[in-house]
């Protein structure tokens, strides 16, 4: 595994995901439009999304989903803030290229670019891959909670 720029502690403060449901190990890289994470959270036993001990490639939605959090986080402590959040609201050309998660060997490398930002919401491409191999892609919109909604 390439070193970590950012490690899961870390990652942890910048998302609400946390625990086991933290799918991602760490940041290898970021800029203002991008970010690549790794995991291999696909092999853990007591991975939250597993039914039958078995992992689909589905998740890996949820992967390519967790990296948007971390680049809003990353981009909102960058300006000295927190990141306000915000609600999954549609995935576009989602396609899966294996069954499976679990049985994969290489670590997940997942890499998320924002295509476009309007206030709070947003649209990213994200690509997950094991090794050479690409593992699922999707385009997904995300709409930022408004302040009411943080009160």
């Known amino acids: 595994m390439r070193a970590l720029l950012i490690g899961r502690d870390e990652l942890q ?3 609400p995901h946390q625990g086991t449901m933290c799918l991602l ?5 970021w800029d ?11 092999h853990a036993a007591d991975n939250p ?20 959090a971390v680049h809003g986080g990353l981009l909102a402590r960058a ?3 927190r990141s306000g959040g915000g609600y999954l609201a549609a995935l576009r050309n989602a396609a899966l290229h294996v069954s ?16 476009m930002a309007d206030g709070g919401n947003l649209m990213y491409q ?8 690409k593992v699922a892609e999707a385009r997904a ?8 909604e943080k009160a």
Do not use: W
């Not at 991008?34 to 696909?42: E, F, M, P, Y």
């Not at 039914?51 to 390519?64: C, D, I, K, T, W």
């Not at 499976?100 to 295509?115: F, K, S, Y």
């Open 100 to 115: 499976r998660l679990d049985d994969l060997a290489a670590p997940l490398t997942v890499h998320a670019e924002r295509l």
């Open 126 to 133: 994200f690509t997950i891959t094991a090794g050479e191999s």
């Open 79 to 81: 300006r000295g803030e």
């Open 141 to 148: 919109t995300v709409i930022g909670q408004s302040e009411k």
């Open 32 to 42: 203002e439009d991008s970010v690549t994470c790794i995991s291999a959270t696909h």
């Open 13 to 15: 403060r910048l998302v």
């Open 49 to 68: 999304l597993r039914s039958g001990g078995r992992l689909a490639a589905v998740h890996a939605l949820e992967y390519g989903a967790q990296a948007m």
């Open 25 to 29: 190990d760490g940041v290898l890289a």
